[in-house]
């Protein structure tokens, strides 16, 4: 499924926290947002998913998702934020279950084939170990893989993440980025992510798109948006930009 956002304004109390923004994620294809603190990311994301009112067009395989219904959206588009309240006193399988809810009926129970994609999802995150441990009983890192799990437990063709892996160690998260992408291979899935670690963003996604106050300030292949120079601007910080083996960019921080 395509997205498609153009000229995308979204105002939120008195300030215009996006501005003119217009980004296209062709079916399959995985883009992440990048940008400094307060730019907009996490906000062009719940824009994607219909939840933030705003002037401009957005569409998701030709549908505007804010006429959807909660749950017809749910069947098309699954979104992990990045600090979900979480139910305490829940265990982790009954909440990756959840992400099961747009497909089982009102007043019905999940059955047997929800209850397989759960244990399957669990199981590919590395977290079977735990899906009978309460929620308010997990470490960061396997909080954030749990609401991992309930967004793929939903199994819908576009993935968005906010932040996936910042509370991940290093080998964490080349499992969650490594799984997403065999997914979206296997499946086609289009995937959005924000992110924070710029050298994994240019590893991974075909396409970054760098915003700074709310605006794009550059989007394309990983090697032509995260320049020395881009960064420097941007974030204002000093790194060391280099080609990976891949001609993917590898950062490296400069001490002034
Ligand atoms: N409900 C709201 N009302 C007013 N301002 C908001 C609201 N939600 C977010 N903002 C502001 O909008 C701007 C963009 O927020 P957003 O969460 O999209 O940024 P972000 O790029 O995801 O940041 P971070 O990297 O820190 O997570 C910020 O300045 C934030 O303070």
């Known amino acids: 499924m395509t997205i498609a956002i153009r000229d995308l304004d979204v105002t939120l109390g008195d300030r215009k926290v996006l501005d003119g923004v217009t980004l296209t994620v062709p079916a399959g294809s995985w883009t992440a947002i990048i940008g400094p603190n307060g730019a ?20 998701v395989a030709g549908t505007d998702p804010r006429t959807l219904k909660p749950r017809q959206r749910a069947r098309m588009i699954a979104y992990a934020p990045q600090n979900p309240g979480l139910p305490a006193g829940m265990q982790v399988f009954d909440y990756t279950l959840l992400g099961r809810s747009p497909y089982i009926p009102h007043l019905g129970r999940e059955g047997a084939r929800d ?26 890192g396997e909080r954030q893989r749990v609401v991992l799990a309930r967004a793929l437990a939903q199994q819908t063709s576009v993935l968005l993440l906010d932040e996936p892996t910042t509370a991940l160690d290093i080998g964490h998260q080349q499992q969650v980025m490594e799984l997403i992408d065999q997914l979206r291979l296997a499946d086609r899935l289009t995937v959005v992510t924000t992110i924070h670690d710029l050298t994994l963003a240019g590893q991974y996604a075909d396409d970054l798109l760098l ?20 960064v420097a601007e941007h974030f204002d910080a000093r790194v060391r930009v280099a080609p990976g083996v891949d001609g993917r960019p590898i950062l490296s921080l400069e001490r002034p």
Do not use: F, N, Y
């Not at 996490?42 to 569409?59: D, F, K, N, W």
């Open 115 to 140: 209850r397989a994609v759960a244990a399957e999802v669990l199981e590919r995150l590395d977290l079977t170990g735990l899906a009978a441990r309460p929620l308010d009983q997990l470490s960061g």
């Open 211 to 230: 915003l700074s106050a709310g605006r794009v300030a550059a989007a394309g292949p990983p090697a032509r948006v995260l320049t020395r120079a881009a």
């Open 40 to 59: 907009g990311k996490s906000t062009l994301l719940r824009a994607i998913l219909g939840l933030r009112p705003g002037r401009g067009e957005v569409t």
